[in-house]
């Protein structure tokens, strides 16, 4: 058996990548394919996607445009160029769309989802729905969340995208329902699964989140401010898939809080982490040196929560393989970290995209099998009131010889940093770590428990266990 030790050890640094190119048009055009055909499985005349500046991963995904400041709609048809209609400040944006410099979707000008007090020229949006979606047609909506039977009474009814542009789609439409699905869910989505080019594009954003998140961390003193330390982290020019978490002092229960003034002390817990798009990068821990720095009751923290976490992380790296059920995944981990001690009430791992959520085929009963070419969040968040939490959340790809092997062909450095991540985990961590899994990250296998000690990192290691130990972690040692 494998017991938690506390060694010193190096954060890996397998280099820089390249900047990926962004999708070309054959991926576009692609998309675009994939998502006529999924309308006209489900025997939709029109798809009607919505976006903003908090829910622009679908509409992305779609054109390769992102709404900046406004709203926008993207009008797909059976056959035909489709309509991107942006509001004043994004019309000349959808250049950046393959689609739209190809000549292969029509740009419509509607200034009412332009901002308040700006010029109102243009189409009206009930011109826009009246030129653009024939009377009586089936029509499929989709934003960013649809709902399950239980939730609300009709889930195909309930329709999150702003009312108005819901009545004008009534008035024209014999049905208009909630496909959202379509884009999002964890079995038949779309977005569910990526290709090679994506998993490039993915690598890049987990490497500038893991590297600021480690400036960050290394540059953790006792006395600065959480602002002096967020702003260590150097942030990148990604674009954020979430504001960057910063929660310690008076604000250590509020996960979700950003910088707010508080001031780095010894013995306090901490959390944080650095979301781009693509990629979420966080860790939970102490700001100390050894366990003498925590709270009295809290010095067994090795022992009793950061140790059996890793030990359960392992279990979860080598679940990650294409078949697994998500249901096997969720019970397993809920037994590996009993909710009296550990406190998980999310899913223990979800799909993630340009939003940082997608979905999850991780919960509870799910037969949803794990699928080559899922990115996966090892988003598995323990709590306790007297041990704070623990984390070591980065990205991965779930992927088959097939799909390794195409990453090799065309991205080979992208695919030996993946390789010598995965040996990482496996000989400094002593992680099981399968071949189906791509590490994304230089972070990935990293726990640092005590921050102002960040080289001192958790490894399972072949201990023979100390007889009588409750824990079974008496293998569990402080090397320096």
Not at 143 to 168: H, Q, R
Not at 212 to 231: H, I, N, P, Q, Y
Not at 325 to 333: A, F, I, K, P, R
Not at 446 to 470: T, Y
Request: net charge negative.
């Amino acid at each position: 058996m494998k017991h938690a030790t506390l060694s010193t050890v190096d954060w890996p640094d397998f280099g820089r990548p390249e900047m990926p190119a962004p999708p070309a048009l054959a991926e576009m055009e692609g998309r675009l394919v994939a998502i006529r055909a999924a309308m006209q499985a489900r025997g939709l005349g029109r798809l009607v996607i919505y976006g903003d500046r908090e829910h622009s991963a679908n509409i992305l995904w779609a054109t390769g445009f992102d709404p900046r400041f406004e709203e926008a709609l993207f009008i797909i048809g059976p056959d035909g160029p489709p309509a991107l209609v942006a509001g004043n400040e994004c019309l000349p944006y959808t250049g950046i769309s393959p689609l739209v410099a190809a000549g292969q979707v029509r740009v419509l000008h509607c200034a009412s989802l332009s901002l308040i007090s700006q010029p109102r020229e243009g189409l009206r949006l009930d011109q826009v729905i009246a030129r653009e979606v024939a009377a009586g047609e089936r029509v499929g909506t989709v934003g960013w969340k649809y709902w399950g039977a239980g939730e609300v009474a009709d889930p195909a009814a309930a329709i999150e995208v702003p009312a108005l542009i819901v009545d004008l789609l009534r008035g024209r439409a014999t049905r208009v329902e909630n496909a959202t699905d379509l884009f999002m869910h964890p079995g038949h989505g779309l977005r569910a699964t990526v290709t090679v080019p994506e998993i490039a594009r993915l690598e890049f954003a987990n490497h500038m989140a893991a590297a600021a998140l480690r400036r960050m961390v290394f540059a953790f003193r006792e006395g600065m401010s959480d602002f002096a330390a967020v702003e260590a982290a150097r942030v990148g020019g990604l674009p954020l898939g979430c504001h960057p978490t910063f929660a310690t002092g008076a604000m250590a229960s509020q996960g979700l809080s950003g910088p707010t003034g508080q001031v780095l002390g010894r013995g306090q817990s901490v959390s944080f982490n650095i979301c781009h798009w693509g990629a979420n990068i966080c860790r939970a821990g102490w700001l100390a040196e050894t366990a003498a720095d925590l709270p009295a009751d809290a010095r067994d923290y090795l022992e009793a929560f950061a140790g059996p976490y890793l030990q359960a992380m392992s279990l979860w790296f080598e679940m990650m393989r294409p078949g697994v059920s998500g249901g096997e995944v969720w019970q397993n981990m809920m037994a590996a970290l009993p909710s009296d001690r550990f406190g998980v009430t999310l899913n223990p791992g979800h799909l993630i995209g340009a939003d940082e959520w997608i979905s999850s085929p991780i919960f509870e009963g799910s037969d949803l099998p794990l699928r080559s070419g899922m990115a996966m969040q090892s988003d598995v968040i323990p709590s306790h009131p007297v041990y704070g939490s623990t984390r070591m959340e980065d990205g991965y790809v779930v992927a088959d010889a097939e799909l390794r092997a195409g990453l090799g062909r065309s991205f080979p450095a992208v695919a030996a940093r993946c390789e010598r991540r995965r040996a990482f985990m496996r000989e400094a961590i002593g992680l099981d770590v399968p071949d189906t899994l791509l590490p994304l990250a230089d972070t990935c296998g990293v726990i640092a428990p005590f921050l102002l000690a960040p080289r001192r990192l958790i490894a399972l290691r072949q201990v023979a266990p100390v007889k009588g130990s409750p824990s079974g972690l008496d293998g569990l040692d402080e090397r320096r």
